[in-house]
């Protein structure tokens, strides 16, 4: 498989998978069995539950946090000419980005253990995170060229960008300590379908004037591009056989990894809690069906000599195969299939609530009320729910953050709503609204981010919405 080919197939792959990340609307929200998903240590009243396999949680998220797609397609008079050079080429940075997740459950259980201080759940999902920055000095160059620059350094570190594709088993407890205090872990099996990388490039391109040509042109670089499964993928799709390769490699057929998370939730006092969850603690292992490519050292030419009229000595001198050597004489092109670690990236939510209005009394079968001692999963919910929240990811630019604040309103045991507004780098007018209905066991859930948008999606840096639909029995 040529470079080339392995590009085409990362680009495709970003360009489905690129999504946002957040997950605020869930976060904290009690009543929804995933709410453990982002913190294994959210208070749950179940006594069991069960999600519907590929129903029971599906999210889906876009952002970008430079231009949208009504930036430059919208009909406004304007040459479009002029708005991908002054919107996108020059109005973009380098920490500009698209990046983010998707992700599907086949599978989420949960029940509650002999002693009801214990609560168990596992499950499988499908996770995808892709992320790429801007990479401003190649677009400039691409779009203007060189000519007109001459003696300007273009960094070669602007292209940075990563991505996986995921499947992963988890198992995790969570554990009522008595005195407020709630805490929970979870382990989890990663299994890697394919992952790119290319985050820690560096180096310049220069272009002056010659003294034997017009131009001289020097190149130093220090570039690595890793990869795991595109060759098997590529090669299954040119057998039509993708669907049996990402099954095989989805069940520990691929890469392996572990990781954990780990999360807490605290009543300071009756009716002020506090929480907090770090997601994703882990690495994977890739070792099969791995290539790198690398494009190291230093290198100054001045294009193609040719002297006359000696060169008519020799008609079948390849003129540009010989700058193609010298180049990777000097700054030489290579790829191997070297063993690399993946690191996953870190997530972390925290939250305080202030609880206030008549409390709600909880599905559990036992005699309890707003200060009853019998255990944080017993504990009455408030009809109203105030509060902010930090969300912040690890990136390689380093992490990336997001501020919510909410209000949360009960009615009864049959709805509950919660409203968020965020501010984040790809908004800030970012309202959003998530819904919870029980009907008896059934329990189903939606969430969209950024409602503003929907008025004129196009122009819009985020849109986002997830759902799904559980089994609950809160039981004796």
Known sequence: MNLSNTIFIMLLLVGYLVHAQNKQLLYDFTEIPQAAMVNPGVETDFQWYSGIPALSGISIQAGSSGVSVDDIFANDGLDINDKIRNRAIYGMDVRDELSGTFQIEFLNVGFRGKNPDLFYNGGMYLEGDAIGYWFRDYAILAYEGNADRLDEAFDLGHLKTRGELVNVLHFGVNKQMGNGLTIGGRAKIYSSIFDFNSTRNSGSFVTSEGQSNIYVSTLQANMRLRTSGLNSLKDSYDEDNTSATIIKR???????????????????????????????????????????YSLQGKT?????????????????????????????????????????????????????????????????????????????????????????????????????????????????????????????????????????????????????????????????????????????????
């Open 250 to 292: 989805a069940l520990f057929g691929g890469n392996l990894g572990v990781g954990f998370d780990a999360g807490f939730t605290y009543h300071l006092n009756e009716q002020l809690t506090v929480t907090g969850s770090l997601l994703d603690i882990g690495f994977i292992y890739h070792s099969n069906d791995v290539k790198t």
């Open 300 to 476: 100054t030419l001045e294009g193609v000599e040719v002297i006359l009229p000696d060169a008519f000595d020799d008609p079948n001198t390849d003129f540009w195969e010989d700058l193609v050597d010298e180049v990777e004489e000097f700054v030489p092109f290579e790829d191997n299939a070297r063993s690399y670690v993946a690191f996953r990236p870190t997530k972390l939510y925290a939250s305080i609530r202030y609880n206030f209005g008549e409390p709600v009394e909880s599905r559990a079968n036992c005699d309890c009320g707003p200060y009853s001692s019998n255990g944080a999963g017993n504990r009455a919910k408030y009809v109203n729910g105030v509060g902010a929240q930090l969300y912040a990811i690890s990136r390689p630019r380093g992490p990336q953050a997001a501020l919510t604040a909410f209000y949360q309103r009960r009615f009864g045991n049959f709805m509950a709503l919660k409203m968020a507004y965020t501010v984040d780098k790809f908004s800030f007018t970012n309202i959003g609204l998530g819904v919870n209905f029980q009907a008896g066991p059934v329990n189903f859930y939606a969430m969209a981010d950024n409602l503003l948008s929907y008025r004129n999606i196009a122009a819009s840096n985020y849109a986002s919405f997830q759902l799904g639909l559980n089994i609950i029995s809160w039981g004796q």
